[in-house]
């Protein structure tokens, strides 16, 4: 819920923009308490060996890599600072309806014995951003919110163009890859039940936002209007491929937020 996430963000000391962007979606989807357990490894920025043995992704959150060319050293201080928040420590989780993910890694928010948003530090210090999944959106908005603070100040990753937004013209040079794109929707239709938001006059090579039918279904259950976008500055991420131009199929309204008329 957007009220627990909030006071849970204000509890943990973060700041939150004084003017946040909409979101696309009313209400955020309940979340379970997963119990208590002892952080025995940190592998990585985004992961959590537990002394049960069960392996956490924190929920949320992408990789920061080092594959790139040339390599970058915010995954090892992304590491680091996770292993300095919970290694040794105990940490609550809390999952979303479907906590396993294909890995069998156990998808979760995660919180310290202080009540300190783990997902929530990371974001606010620039060291990881925000990539949700249909799996685990709850939180989401609450993350984005910080990320936009962290950006703006250019902490972290974002003092490095690799990971800055991209405009709608730019998204040609950065296919294959997670990216945040801002930009006016100029046209929004729906064919075969398939929603498009098209970004420049022609379909064909011009950047478009594409959402299945079945995940249309679910913009219009919560109350969202893909359509009524039209016109419209939005921001959307997610993985950036080619087809008809450059592409991001979005499937729940957590990559969509509105930035204004």
């Not at 700041?15 to 308490?33: F, K, Q, S, Y």
């Not at 594959?67 to 979303?96: D, E, I, N, Q």
């Not at 997610?238 to 309204?253: A, C, F, K, M």
Request: charged letters at 25%; hydrophobic letters at 40%; aromatic letters at 6%.
């Amino acid at each position: 819920m957007r009220r627990l996430a909030c006071l849970l963000v204000l509890a943990s000391g973060l700041v939150l923009p004084g003017t946040p962007i909409a979101p696309a979606r009313a209400a955020e989807p309940r979340m379970a308490d997963g119990g208590t357990a002892i952080v025995a490894e940190v592998p990585d920025g985004r992961t959590l060996v537990l002394a049960d043995g069960r392996v956490v992704r924190l929920a949320g959150l992408g990789a920061v890599e080092d594959g790139t060319r040339p390599p970058t050293s915010f995954a090892a201080s992304a590491k680091g600072a996770l292993a300095k928040l919970v290694l040794g420590h105990t940490v609550r989780l809390r999952l979303p309806e479907r906590p396993i993910d294909r890995y069998g890694r156990v998808v979760a928010q995660v919180f310290d014995e202080r009540g300190t948003w783990i997902q929530g530090e990371l974001v606010r210090t620039g060291l990881a951003r925000v990539e949700s999944a249909a799996d685990g959106r709850g939180m989401v908005r609450a993350m984005q919110e910080i990320e936009d603070v962290a950006r703006v100040a250019r902490l972290g990753i974002w003092s490095d163009n690799r990971y800055g937004v991209r405009t709608p013209e730019e998204t040609g040079k950065h296919l294959n890859g997670f990216e945040i794109v801002d930009g006016r929707v100029m046209a929004a239709d729906q064919v075969g039940g398939r929603v498009y938001l098209n970004f420049g006059p022609d379909w064909r090579t011009d950047f478009t936002v594409s959402v299945a039918p079945t995940d249309v279904r679910t913009f219009r259950r919560e109350g969202v209007d893909l359509l009524a976008m039209q016109g419209k500055r939005i921001r959307v991420r997610g993985w950036l491929r080619s087809y008809n131009g450059p592409v991001i199929d979005v499937t729940h309204p957590e990559q969509i937020e509105l930035l204004g008329p």
